[in-house]
């Protein structure tokens, strides 16, 4: 008898205090107290171009050649890629001995207004480009587009068949932007005015960027609050949590050109999807892209649906199809990303390039 009360003196224990860990965290992720760092893998600055920036990160293990080049959307900050230790993109292609580089457009203003298609895919990325090479001693480098940041990586690799990519890679890259749910609906109403979208810089405002991604993410906010009441008691997940929902509402304003032409020609003419895009530099052929694609795909990404994405596979079919039961960032980030897609893409990568010289 003793014994079983021990024995239930001690469970009530361990319960009191999983439910004094759970309302302490729950409090402090509440109150936004104890906000976790992101981004935390040393880099160099090792270019810049305006307000754009290019950074190599620290590695003494670089066996794998050429560079990798990640390039990120214009509306939100390139810090996903390597959101906190342990769950972490770069941290994992550093791991595998890539040289690893990464673009941040920064922080748009007025300065920023008439920047294009033109400037991002026809000057900032070739510039950068040219600077990786540079930097590594290289005559090739891998290019990995996210998102909006798979967009630019296309119309550029279309634009520049000079420029020698080693692969291409996009991940959750929408293609046929009729098929992005309410974003597409309103964008494509031609009685909306994209000018009213502008505000006085000239840019669509960080604020109307984060309401028009997160009308597309009700199922993805509900199973993540879900997740979260399940692992109160895990600081650990909540500072996991804190990091991700923190980059999630951490938007930056839209370069009001480069929206106007998004509109028009990506939603209301769907160019890309029929390779019909052109820029100041003449036309674009998606399909002469040459060099080994990888396309990867989440099939539970509310943002970047799959019926956005398969029009990728008929203008380039040689292009290699990765698909993962995940969301939109559960591509990158999560143990389940980090056992099964993350793996897989940087297998891909890697069975794309040479062991570097010593």
């Given at each position: 008898m003793?014994?079983?009360?021990?024995?239930?003196?001690?469970?009530?224990r361990r319960e009191v205090e999983r439910n004094r860990v759970r309302a302490r965290n729950g409090l402090r992720h509440v109150a936004g107290i104890g906000r976790v760092e992101v981004g935390c893998s040393p880099k160099d600055l090792v270019w810049r171009r305006d307000k754009v920036q290019m950074y190599r990160y620290r590695s003494d293990r670089r066996t794998v050649e050429p560079p990798l080049l990640l390039v990120m959307s214009l509306v939100t900050k390139p810090y996903v890629f390597d959101l906190r230790p342990g769950n972490s993109f770069v941290e994992a292609l550093l791991a595998r001995g890539l040289d690893v580089y990464m673009l941040d457009w920064g922080t748009p203003d007025a300065a920023e207004a008439d920047n294009s298609f033109e400037t991002y895919c026809d000057e900032y990325l070739p510039f950068a480009c040219a600077s990786v090479m540079r930097t590594s001693d290289v005559d090739e480098l891998h290019v990995f587009g996210y998102c909006f940041g798979g967009v630019l990586s296309l119309i550029?690799?279309?634009?520049?068949?000079?420029?020698?990519?080693?692969?291409?890679?996009?991940?959750?890259?929408?293609?046929?932007?009729?098929?992005?749910?309410?974003?597409?609906?309103?964008?494509?109403?031609?009685?909306?005015?994209?000018?009213?979208?502008?505000?006085?810089?000239?840019?669509?405002?960080?604020?109307?960027?984060?309401?028009?991604?997160?009308?597309?993410?009700?199922?993805?906010?509900?199973?993540?609050?879900?997740?979260?009441?399940?692992?109160?008691?895990?600081?650990?997940?909540?500072?996991?949590?804190?990091?991700?929902?923190?980059?999630?509402?951490?938007?930056?304003?839209?370069?009001?050109?480069?929206?106007?032409?998004?509109?028009?020609?990506?939603?209301?003419?769907?160019?890309?999807?029929?390779?019909?895009?052109?820029?100041?530099?003449?036309?674009?052929?998606?399909?002469?892209?040459?060099?080994?694609?990888?396309?990867?795909?989440?099939?539970?990404?509310?943002?970047?649906?799959?019926?956005?994405?398969?029009?990728?596979?008929?203008?380039?079919?040689?292009?290699?199809?990765?698909?993962?039961?995940?969301?939109?960032?559960?591509?990158?980030?999560?143990?389940?990303?980090?056992h099964v897609s993350v793996p897989q893409m940087i297998d891909w990568i890697i069975a794309h390039s040479d062991e570097a010289a010593t």
């Open positions: 003793a014994t079983d009360r021990t024995t239930l003196l001690e469970r009530i550029f690799a279309g634009g520049h068949p000079e420029m020698p990519l080693r692969t291409l890679s996009l991940m959750a890259t929408p293609i046929d932007f009729r098929e992005m749910g309410a974003a597409a609906a309103i964008l494509r109403d031609e009685r909306l005015l994209l000018d009213d979208l502008l505000d006085e810089t000239g840019n669509v405002p960080a604020d109307a960027v984060f309401r028009g991604v997160s009308s597309a993410r009700v199922m993805g906010d509900a199973t993540a609050y879900a997740s979260l009441l399940e692992n109160l008691e895990s600081s650990e997940y909540i500072a996991a949590h804190q990091a991700m929902r923190g980059w999630a509402t951490d938007h930056i304003p839209f370069p009001g050109a480069c929206f106007r032409q998004t509109a028009e020609w990506l939603f209301r003419e769907n160019r890309l999807a029929e390779n019909r895009l052109a820029t100041a530099r003449g036309p674009i052929d998606i399909g002469a892209i040459d060099c080994p694609v990888m396309n990867a795909t989440g099939t539970l990404d509310h943002l970047v649906p799959t019926a956005s994405n398969e029009p990728l596979l008929d203008l380039i079919p040689h292009a290699d199809d990765l698909r993962f039961e995940c969301g939109h960032v559960g591509l990158i980030i999560g143990s389940r990303a980090h």
